[in-house]
């Protein structure tokens, strides 16, 4: 079946611009989770959405960072006015429910380079 | 609070040779184990985690990793390696109570022909 894909696969930008990062969970799957993957900081939680909850943003690193998810499915990931320290690849993952015990499965992920 | 150490920063077998790849974690409560393995330029994938029960966990493509309560440890183990194999591995954990995970900072594993 089809996993989590993420859009696009590659980003390169200007520092200053914004960018959005787009996260198609596995079907039927209610929990979705962005982490952040750079040299500096290893992997790094940013966001968890679960159903119709309030989102945990407590791993967002700066307020250039919000995310959304829109009818319980595909999130955008936001950042306003991109800083060079923001390149890293952010993965996103989904898992069934949201439990501690459940896997989360891990989109490609999105490769942003900010110039 | 809960996170992960990864000791080595890469491992380098001979094919058909043992691959170990050490894993020491910390939480509050009882933890959640993940392994997962990432080739370059591509997302995790999933390869084995313990929950509760038996100590010893199989997994993917071979791997099967050993939780040890006392030594706060889950190493991955593959009793033969391929070439294949080669990629970096990140160990993770989940306290019982929480939702994300706390990564390692990953292994690099060669495995050399």
């Known amino acids: 079946g089809a996993g989590v894909s993420q859009s696009p696969s590659n980003k390169v930008t200007e520092k200053g611009k914004d960018v959005e990062l787009r996260c198609d969970p596995i079907?039927?799957?209610?929990?979705l989770y962005w982490y952040r993957q750079s040299l500096g900081q290893g992997l790094e939680f940013l966001i968890y959405f679960q159903g119709n909850s309030a989102p945990d943003k407590s791993g967002l690193p700066s307020d250039r960072f919000s995310a959304e998810r829109t009818g319980g499915s595909v999130s955008t990931l936001t950042i306003q006015r991109t800083q060079q320290e923001d390149s890293a690849v952010y993965l996103c993952?989904?898992?069934?429910?949201?439990?501690?015990?459940?896997?989360?499965?891990f989109g490609p992920g999105t490769r942003l380079l900010v110039l | 609070a809960q996170s992960v150490a990864q000791p080595e920063d890469q491992v380098n077998v001979a094919e058909g040779n043992p691959l170990t790849v050490k894993c020491t974690y910390s939480?509050?409560?009882?933890?959640?184990l993940f392994w997962y393995v990432q080739y370059p330029n591509r997302g995790l994938q999933f390869l084995l985690k313990?929950?509760?029960?038996?100590?010893l966990v199989k997994g993917s493509y071979g791997f099967e990793a050993e939780f040890n309560k006392s030594q706060t440890s889950f190493h991955l183990k593959k009793p033969s390696a391929l070439v294949s194999d080669s990629a970096l591995y990140f160990c993770a954990v989940r306290d019982e109570d929480d939702y994300k995970l706390s990564f390692g900072a990953g292994t690099t594993v060669t495995v050399r022909a």
């Open positions: 313990y929950i509760t029960g038996d100590n």
């Open positions: 939480v509050s409560g009882n933890p959640y």
């Open positions: 079907s039927g799957h209610t929990a």
């Open positions: 993952a989904s898992s069934l429910i949201g439990l501690a015990r459940e896997t989360q499965y």
